[in-house]
Every structure is written in C-alpha cells, then in structure tokens.
T-cell receptor
C-alpha cells in the first residue's frame, strides 16, 4: 500500500537555526498539506497545495515559515529562524485531485528546538 | 470557521468492553467527518469516515454515527482490544478545509 514519506523523522536544533522538512506524497495525489501538531492537540493546517500552487496558507507564519512544491510532487517546509515555540510534530498529508476531503498522513517529523 | 469539540479527553476501558467518543461541530456546511487513530510517534491513520447524507456507517468493530440536526457525531468501538489503545481524532470538513478535535486518549486494559 502506498504511503506518504517524510524525512527526517526526528530533528533537534537550536533556536535561530534553519530547519527543513521534506514530504513525498502518494503517487498521483494532487493535493498536499502541511500540518503542525503540538503535543496533546489535534493537527492544525499550515499550508495546502493543489499541484504546485498554494491554495491556503492563511495559518502559515510567513515571517519565518516557507513552503514550496516546485514540480507539483514532493514538497519542502522550511523554518528560519527556529524558535522554542516551534517544537512540535510536523505532519504531511496528501489527497486525490477532486477529493480534498480524503487525506492520508505521513509519519511526521518531530522537531525539538533547544 | 468551524469549531470541533471532542469528548472525553481520556477514556479507559477493560478489554472486551465498548468505547464511545463524541464530537460536536459548529458549521452546518460541514459535510465530511473522518476519524483518525494516532499511535505514539506515528502520523494519524484514517480508520472510518462518514458523509452528511448517511446517518451511520460500520466497519467490523468500528462504527460512526452522525446527527446533522444536533451537529454531533460519534465513534463506537466494540469488543476493544489492547491494540486499540491510541489517540483518536475526529475531524469535520467543509470547503476543503479540515478542522480537528483535540483528541481522545483511549487506554484498553488487558
């Protein structure tokens, strides 16, 4: 069964450093999502892509976060500079074209900012 | 926007008993309600979902019910097993945006 791939699985960094996360969605999935999940809470959407275009980034802290999906396949989420409050699980999900209500999640990247 | 509330936050049951988790939502335009299971250190896994034109859906030991008038939906797990122990999230979506509940930590005691 196809799965969403994410790397790294764990990342420890110091505040003010730059970090980047990578996501490879299920093949053929046009929609890609990045979520942030703070321990004990549900995921919160950061950005949504349809192919290579951003559909929704209203909750993305654009002063320090950026996301791209240049060829409409894999995607990178970057934080620069990282802050202590960015410690969380970063989840990537993907969905079929025209079926944006069905999302399949990757294993996530656990970020710890010291 | 949508507001999804989930109860209880923790639930402990004996193996073989049933477990029920409830969610309410605020936006009457929401039309799709998935449930996810998240094990420690892993991403959420879709376990069952229901659309607004259906009142109930069942898949083996798992069932979901939806009351659109009251704006609430519930997850029912029967004959619970230790491997059902995890955090369960409900979600509601309308206009292509997901809103997640805060999660229920289910502990099934052997």
């Amino acid at each position: 069964e196809a799965e969403v791939a994410q790397s790294p699985r764990y990342k420890i960094t110091e505040k003010s450093q730059a970090v980047a996360f990578w996501c490879d969605p299920i093949s053929g999935h046009a929609t890609l999502y990045w979520y942030r999940q703070i321990l004990g809470q549900g995921p919160e959407l950061l950005v949504q892509f349809q192919d290579e275009s951003v559909v929704d980034d209203s909750q993305l802290p654009k002063d320090r976060f950026s996301a791209e999906r240049l060829k409409g396949v894999d995607s990178t989420l970057k934080i620069q500079p990282a802050e202590l409050g960015d410690s969380a699980m970063y989840l990537c999900a993907s969905g079929y074209r025209g079926r944006t209500d069905t999302q399949y999640f990757g294993p996530g990247t656990r970020l710890t900012v010291l | 926007g949508e507001n999804v509330e989930q109860h209880p936050s923790t639930l402990s049951v004996q193996e073989g008993d049933s477990a029920v988790i409830k969610c309410t939502y605020s936006d009457s335009a929401s039309n799709y309600f998935p449930w996810y299971k998240q094990e420690l250190g892993k991403g959420p896994q879709l376990i069952i979902d229901i659309r607004s034109n259906v009142g109930e859906k069942k898949d083996q030991r798992i069932a979901v019910t939806l009351n659109k008038t009251a704006k609430h939906f519930s997850l029912h797990i029967t004959e619970t097993q230790p491997e059902d122990s995890a955090v369960y999230f409900c979600a509601a979506t309308g206009f292509n945006k997901f809103y997640f509940g805060s999660g229920t930590k289910l502990n099934v005691k052997p």
